[in-house]
């Protein structure tokens, strides 16, 4: 079992997380006893969910399907898929050697050639971003599975929360650094191949990351986070390699930097209905416009209430005319599917 190491402060200070080796599967695939896919000490995870980052542990390193070569003809399916609002398919690729500081589109070129870029990614100063691979047939077995076992140390009381999930796989260059940004997802990134340094900021730090920041991030910017070398020594700093993984809450800013060799590394993400983080966040943006001083989300339960529903009522009437659903279709089969499986776990 990896080695976890969780700082308890409101603002920690730099915490170094390494890991012995975890079991890896047989040459022809996983084989045996299953064990769990993810894992995690059960009373560390459920006290720090959504909170704090912690360290987990996995078994996809060395799983044929994270090879490069099947992540080319990977790329090549998603970036084919058909979505009005993704001109590249679900697929991303930025070239470019940004500074943790900058932001990831200004110092980095957006292309199209994801599939080329990987094979040739060793050379590239490439970043990598393959969207809802659990999507696609050949991995959506194993990435349920590996879904499900999170789940399973989550908790029952979970369920309600989640909208949807995605596994996202990212490939990247030797070296190279991904600017400091915010997700909306709470999120475990599994480290599969080459070594990597993640550096996070907990939300509680309200001076590496003020409120305002991050309402402008849920409402008009998805670059709004500022990185702040000034607060650098309050980060929690894990040393990724593969077989560890890293919790990331929500509204938990990073970045990060490869060690010297190709990167593969994969999020599990978890995205929670928007009235629970994003529709009190847009919100307060609002109000903070109209001169008022919002209270943040986790103070007041009520008002959270209120916020979260309105916003969320007129989300779901826009939704209505634009005839956009909710939960898309292939996400709500998916959601039936872990959920069943969940049954039989929890």
Not at 73 to 87: F, K, Q, T, V, Y
Not at 173 to 181: D, E, F, K, L
């Amino acid at each position: 079992m990896a080695t976890t190491t969780v700082a308890k402060d409101t603002t920690p200070p730099s915490a170094n997380a390494a890991s012995t080796p975890f079991s890896q599967p047989g040459a022809g695939g996983f084989s045996g006893p299953a064990a769990p896919l993810v894992s995690c000490n059960e009373q560390i995870f459920r006290e720090n969910l959504n909170r704090l980052p912690f360290e987990v542990a996995h078994r996809f390193s060395g799983h044929p399907l994270f090879e490069l070569s099947k992540l080319v003809e990977l790329a090549g399916e998603i970036s084919s898929r058909n979505d009005p609002h993704r001109p590249f398919g679900d697929a991303y690729c930025l070239i470019g050697t940004p500074d943790p500081g900058e932001k990831a589109l200004e110092a980095s070129k957006p292309i199209r050639a994801v599939a080329e870029t990987i094979e040739q990614i060793q050379n590239a100063n490439g970043w990598i971003m393959l969207n809802h691979v659990e999507r696609n047939p050949a991995y959506q077995k194993v990435l349920e599975e590996g879904i499900a076992d999170v789940l399973q140390l989550a908790g029952r009381e979970v369920k309600n929360k989640i909208k949807w999930f995605e596994a996202i796989i990212f490939v990247t260059s030797p070296g190279r650094a991904t600017p400091y940004h915010v997700d909306r997802e709470c999120a475990w990134l599994l480290q599969i191949r080459g070594d990597k340094e993640i550096h996070l900021f907990p939300r509680s730090d309200k001076q590496a990351v003020p409120d305002e920041e991050l309402e402008r991030f849920w409402a008009v910017d998805n670059q709004a986070g500022v990185y702040k070398p000034q607060f650098e020594s309050h980060a929690m700093v894990f040393k990724m390699r593969p077989g560890t993984g890293v919790h990331i809450p929500v509204n938990t800013p990073h970045w990060l930097r490869n060690g010297d060799g190709i990167s593969i590394s994969m999020n599990i993400n978890f995205v929670f209905h928007d009235r629970i983080w994003g529709n009190i966040y847009k919100a307060n943006h609002q109000l903070r416009k109209r001169g008022f001083h919002p209270t943040p989300p986790g103070q007041n339960a009520l008002k959270d209430g209120l916020k979260g529903a309105a916003y969320t009522a007129v989300q779901r009437v826009s939704g209505l005319i634009k005839r956009r659903p909710y939960v898309p279709e292939i996400a709500r089969e998916q959601n039936r599917r872990i959920f069943e499986q969940m049954e039989n776990r929890w």
